[in-house]
């Protein structure tokens, strides 16, 4: 048993220095090996790209809460959001530590959203004065750049790509992911481990979004008009499901 995104997770999986108490637990995913959805009618899928590799997420005829994610030439993963259980399924038998990589990074953001536990930013965290402070960008805009500098100065980690939000008592919250950050760019890698690490929710303080700029530039810090600022949050969604039933 560990904890990820505030959320206990049964698994055999081998996941070192990922905490396995907290302030927050809300719910507990089982997470291990088997195929569930093999002889189900699919209804729809959508294929995209990430990490260099092609994704496959299928959705079920009458079977809404039942989804598909497969990762070209790692894994498929089956999502039963009614039983609060993903089952995992290895392409090859070596595909360990991409396994942890996926589940961790990708397929857990999907499944809390689905389940409508947390809305999910793709973005950079880090705790100061006991807020949340957000970082948000396209790649290469210095995400991880800017946690791993306040990361060296002592403020904790809360989260290094996909930031749970959720909304207790009228204020946003930010929920911690796991110890891992990736101050480098290098694909399916979690990272190095980060020991000074958020346990519990942190409220939200503020939300910055990188523009790059030319080198011999100066840094300049804009409030953004309410429109803007709600499109820029639109955008940089991740973890996002949406179901349609039909009438």
């Not at 092609?54 to 959705?59: E, K, R």
């Not at 809460?65 to 070596?94: C, P, Q, S």
């Not at 503020?206 to 030319?214: D, E, H, V």
Request: proline share 5%.
């Amino acid at each position: 048993m560990f904890i990820a995104y505030g959320t206990k997770i049964d698994s055999v999986l081998d996941l070192p220095h990922i905490p396995s108490n907290s302030d927050r637990p809300t719910l507990t995913v089982t997470v291990h090996e088997g195929r569930l959805f093999d002889n189900l009618e699919e209804d729809r899928a959508v294929t995209y790209a990430s990490q260099k590799r092609n994704i496959i997420v299928t959705w079920y005829r009458a079977e809404e809460n039942k989804v598909r994610f497969l990762v070209e030439g790692v894994a498929g993963f089956d999502l039963d959001f009614g039983n609060n259980a993903v089952f995992y399924f290895l392409f090859h038998r070596d595909s360990g530590n991409l396994l942890r990589y996926w589940t961790l990074q990708h397929v857990l953001p999907l499944f809390l959203s689905g389940k409508g536990i947390y809305n999910f930013l793709h973005a950079c965290s880090i705790e100061i004065d006991q807020k949340a402070i957000v970082f948000v960008g396209t790649s290469h805009s210095g995400k991880s750049t800017l946690a791993d500098y306040f990361l060296r100065r002592g403020h904790a980690l809360i989260s290094d790509d996909h930031l749970g939000l959720f909304q207790e008592k009228s204020v946003y919250q930010a929920t911690p992911s796991f110890p891992y950050a990736r101050p480098f760019r290098d694909f399916e890698n979690l990272g190095d481990y980060v020991s000074h690490f958020a346990l519990s929710p942190k409220e939200l303080g503020a939300i910055f979004t990188l523009s790059p700029s030319p080198a011999d530039s100066e840094p300049e810090i804009l409030r953004l008009p309410l429109k803007d600022a709600l499109l820029t949050l639109l955008h940089h969604r991740s973890g996002v499901f949406l179901w349609v039933k039909e009438s």
